[in-house]
């Protein structure tokens, strides 16, 4: 069972430096968000970002899309269990036994360790990638197609859920029941511009779909009171 106790918004922290995640994270509250460290912040600053924001007292989601052989993600996601991250994800067109080796690593870091686990979470289709893209690399299918084929494979290999976009969580909530965790980016507030996601919804929308948490980046640290606005957002889901 999935446990959204906390706080549903994740809260995208894309920047190159340490000292510009800082300050934002400080006008932040672990009660009303999360944090999400993705490949640039963590190429520029390593795993000591990820240390600092878990000391002011955040969750944070690991978005490094893990995709290798299956020994090497299943090291890079128990790396990830010790770093004490709170979710973590791979890419589902890994494959099932690199999907598999990552959750067996997790589950058996956690049993031997006592250890913290975190959620394991599959990447599907790239919300930039259409049809000619795909078709480009050999898939036939539709990205809608295909985002089932990735998501019904990672529920099949234990993972706890997939990242999609808001507009397909009505289908694989529908799909893949309850339990199964929905992370969604592309979410855009009603005075937000779209930027360059084409494909938006906003928050009370994509929890009506069947969002479990929501990656928003701009709409928030651009804010002028990021608190404030992540208030507002948990007013207007709840």
């Known amino acids: 069972m999935i446990d959204i106790q906390g706080p549903r918004i994740i809260v995208a922290m894309d920047f190159d430096n340490a000292d510009d995640c800082f300050y934002m994270a400080k006008r932040l509250s672990p009660q009303y968000c999360r944090l999400k460290v993705g490949k640039e912040l963590f190429t520029a600053c390593g795993p000591r970002v990820v240390e600092y924001l878990m000391r002011l007292g955040f969750d944070v989601f690991l978005d490094l899309k893990f995709h290798d ?10 790396a990830a269990a ?3 991250v709170w979710m973590v994800n791979v890419h589902a067109s890994g494959g099932q036994r690199m999907m598999v080796s990552a959750r067996e690593m997790l589950d058996k870091h956690a049993h031997h ?7 394991l979470i599959g990447v599907t289709v790239l919300t930039s990638l259409e049809a000619h893209d795909l078709h480009a690399v050999g898939i036939a299918e539709e990205p809608e197609a295909h985002v089932l084929r990735l998501t019904k494979l990672a529920q099949h290999c234990g993972l706890d859920g997939v990242v999609c976009s808001a507009r397909e969580a009505g289908l694989l909530r529908s799909q893949f029941g309850e339990d199964f965790c929905l992370v969604t980016p592309g979410i855009r507030l009603d005075s937000s511009p779209a930027d360059d996601q084409k494909r938006t919804l906003t928050p009370h929308a994509a929890v009506v779909a069947g969002s479990s948490y ?3 980046g701009r709409p928030i640290t651009q804010a002028h009171d ?5 208030k507002a957002i948990i007013q207007s889901i709840s």
């Open 226 to 230: 990021p608190v404030a606005t992540c």
């Open 214 to 216: 929501l990656v928003i």
């Open 82 to 84: 010790q770093l004490g």
């Open 69 to 78: 052989i299956p020994n090497t993600v299943a090291k890079a996601v128990k």
């Open 113 to 119: 360790h006592n250890g913290h686990k975190p959620l």
